[in-house]
């Protein structure tokens, strides 16, 4: 007897995630990738830039006032970056459980950031905090929108 499937779709979350320049520079940029479409969640934009002074300041805004804002800016514009809008269950969760935490010397083993960091300025990725977060961080890297498609397992994802 077969069973029809009982599966309901799980809440789709996005989330923006963006690999540094020293993720580039070290040549992380496919563990990092790997880690996350491992973990289910789906690649919905990505693009390799260099971020613009504006684009980067309107990304950091909240940091402005601190004193650290002047190194963040430099050191995001050193050099080319990657963005990434992701989409999953818990998508924003899902991402910072994998990022570690911001220290990379302190970050928990098994984490990107526990595996690979270094440092607390030099951390590897940003990923959204909050789903307002996403929100606003996806529209000023991805103003163009994301690719729509469906993973071919979905289903199977979903029946849990």
């Known amino acids: 007897m077969v069973l029809p499937f009982q599966g309901k779709p799980m809440p789709v979350q996005r989330s923006f995630v963006l690999l540094k320049p020293d993720t580039v ?3 992380l940029i496919g563990e990092v990738i790997s ?3 491992r973990k289910g969640l789906q690649i919905i934009g990505m693009k390799m830039l260099i971020p613009s002074v504006d684009l980067a300041t ?3 805004h909240e940091h402005a006032q601190k004193p650290f804002f002047q190194s963040l800016l430099k050191f995001i514009v050193s050099g080319p970056s990657v963005a990434l809008a992701l ?3 818990e998508a924003i969760a899902v991402a910072r459980s994998l990022i570690g935490a ?3 010397r302190k970050a928990a ?3 990107i950031r526990g ?8 951390n590897l990725v940003h990923g ?5 977060a996403a929100e606003r961080e996806l529209k000023i890297w991805f103003s163009e929108g994301f690719v729509a498609w469906s993973r071919c397992d979905k289903p199977w994802l979903d029946s849990e």
């Open 25 to 27: 520079q070290r040549n």
């Open 58 to 60: 309107r990304h950091y």
């Open 35 to 37: 880690r996350l479409e």
């Open 115 to 122: 595996d690979f960091g270094i440092s607390r300025s030099s």
């Open 102 to 104: 911001t220290d990379g």
């Open 87 to 89: 989409e999953g269950d």
């Open 109 to 111: 083993p098994g984490t």
């Open 128 to 132: 959204s905090d909050s789903p307002e």
